[in-house]
């Protein structure tokens, strides 16, 4: 039987690149909003203040920690969305002023991924021909849409991920007896952390249980440490 002379095309695989940025922002809300607000509770609960006391002290932290997300964020992604919009200037200006030079170098680039020079410049041309600037952007700089830094939606996600998970443990501190409170804030918490690690781990296309593991370790160090403070500073009578 021949061999089809036409190949079908096949769906698009779906990668998982770009995701990148609004994972990682958000990985990162979450995490510190359980960690940073189960700490703080946990460890003004350990100094013997009143559960009035703990509560404001868990919201306060909620809200300050969402707004801090959110303006880090901003802040940290808008410096790398500065040093891209520099790079494709100063890449806009060489074409201008150099085309046959940013030519020479785009199919370089080609010959040293594999093709012989002849292909190599027919492609540079063909591409060069369609967007210019864009070929230069995403084979010599590396530069790609969907991995553009988007510093508002880092922000959102950043700041939403944290006030959503920091009610986790401020909830459990509320509902929680007495006696079980400090407990069930941290059980609560590593919950939390578990799923959260284990479903970064999952959209990210990591082994879940390792992502689950590596939050959980540092949450758990991060809660101990606050409860040992609490109690020292509340026996001390600060």
């Known amino acids: 039987m021949k061999q089809s002379a036409s190949i079908r095309a096949t769906p698009q695989e779906a990668h998982l690149t770009g995701r990148g940025g609004w994972l990682r922002a958000a990985v990162l809300g979450a995490n510190d909003g359980i960690v940073s607000t189960s700490s703080l509770v ?3 609960a350990s100094a013997s203040a009143t559960r009035s006391s703990v509560v404001v002290a868990g919201i306060a932290g909620l809200v300050a920690g969402a707004l801090s997300m959110a303006a880090g964020e901003y802040v940290s992604v808008s410096s790398q969305r500065d040093v891209e919009e ?22 370089d680039i080609y010959v040293q991924r594999g093709l ?15 967007d210019r600037l864009q070929a230069h952007l995403r084979d010599e700089l590396g530069l790609h849409e969907a991995s553009r830094a988007r510093p508002l939606q880092a922000a959102l996600v950043s700041a ?28 609560f918490s590593l919950v939390a952390l578990a799923v959260l690690g284990g479903l970064g781990a999952a959209l990210g296309g990591a082994p879940r249980v390792r992502g689950a593991m590596r939050v959980l370790a540092g949450g758990g160090v991060a809660m101990a440490a606050s409860a040992l403070i609490g109690r020292v500073l509340g026996f001390a009578g600060l």
């Open 86 to 107: 520099a790079d494709i200037e100063i890449e806009r200006r060489q074409l201008q002023e150099n085309p046959d030079v940013e030519m020479a170098e785009l199919i």
């Open 42 to 44: 946990i460890g003004v």
């Open 160 to 187: 939403g991920s944290f006030a959503s998970l920091a009610v986790f443990p401020i909830l459990g501190f509320v509902i929680a007896p007495p006696t079980l409170r400090v407990a069930i804030v941290a059980l």
């Open 116 to 130: 012989d020079r002849e292909l190599a410049q027919k492609v540079a041309e063909q591409l060069s021909a369609r």
